[in-house]
């Protein structure tokens, strides 16, 4: 069936240090959508991505959305330890369902 | 504050019962969308309302029911409670419907329902 797999489930990283996620769909995706959830707190959207090969910054954060809409990732430049949380992607599928990936729980040590 | 308001936000009930989650959206959002975040499940999307109408449909179960009213505040309803419904339950609002780049989607500070 549809879903989307995130890689990697976990990553720890020295502040300053590059972090990437990964997510995956062996379908076509309709868009795909990046959330960030600290801990104790709730998910906050952080962008979506629509067109095929769509790359798009935020300060530190590039998120990239894959040629054939199948995949997507989120690169984060020279961690800081306000960017710890669990990072989120969640991908349409014919604009009717809608999956989340697994998470990729993110820690920075200064 | 993202203005998406829930309640209750704690809510202790027995197996095979029945409740209702609230959630009002921000002033001007017309898509409320529903997610439930257990430990063992992660974050799964269950549905999402667009002025009232159902528009996407995520891995929720026959026994949820959800509807979004004429003044755009939405309901969660979970019935014959099972303690595997023991999660946290969020509601989110956006402006627009999916597939729009740029779309903003704000999340509740969420209901945390426990099945005892």
């Known amino acids: 069936g549809q879903q989307v797999m995130q890689i990697p489930q976990y990553q720890h990283v020295q502040e300053g240090e590059d972090f990437t996620t990964y997510c995956n769909s062996s379908?076509?995706?309709?868009?795909i959508q990046w959330y960030k959830q600290r801990p104790g707190g709730h998910p906050v959207f952080l962008i979506q991505?629509?067109?095929?090969?769509e790359v798009k910054k935020q300060k530190r954060l590039t998120f990239q959305f894959g040629e054939a809409k199948k995949n997507s990732s989120l690169h984060i430049t020279a961690t800081q330890t306000t960017d710890v949380g669990t990072y989120f992607c969640a991908g349409l599928y014919n604009f009717n369902k809608f999956y989340f990936g697994s998470g990729t729980k993110l820690n920075v040590k200064p | 504050d993202s203005g998406v308001t829930q309640t209750p936000k704690h809510l202790i009930t027995a197996t095979g019962q029945r409740v209702t989650l609230r959630c009002s959206p921000r002033?001007?959002?017309?898509?409320v969308y529903w997610y439930q975040q257990s430990l063992d499940q992660g974050l799964q999307f269950l549905i999402q309302y667009y002025n009232g109408e159902e528009r996407a449909k995520g891995n929720i179960l026959e026994r949820f029911s959800a509807q979004q009213f004429p003044d755009l505040h939405s309901e969660l309803n979970l019935s014959s409670l099972e303690l595997g419904d023991s999660a946290l339950y969020f509601c989110?609002?956006?402006?627009?419907?999916?597939?729009?780049?740029?779309?903003?989607?704000?999340f509740g500070e969420g209901s945390w329902l426990t099945v005892v």
């Open positions: 991505l629509v067109k095929s090969g």
């Open positions: 379908t076509t995706l309709s868009n």
């Open positions: 002033s001007g959002d017309l898509s």
């Open positions: 989110a609002s956006s402006v627009a419907g999916q597939g729009l780049s740029g779309n903003t989607i704000y």
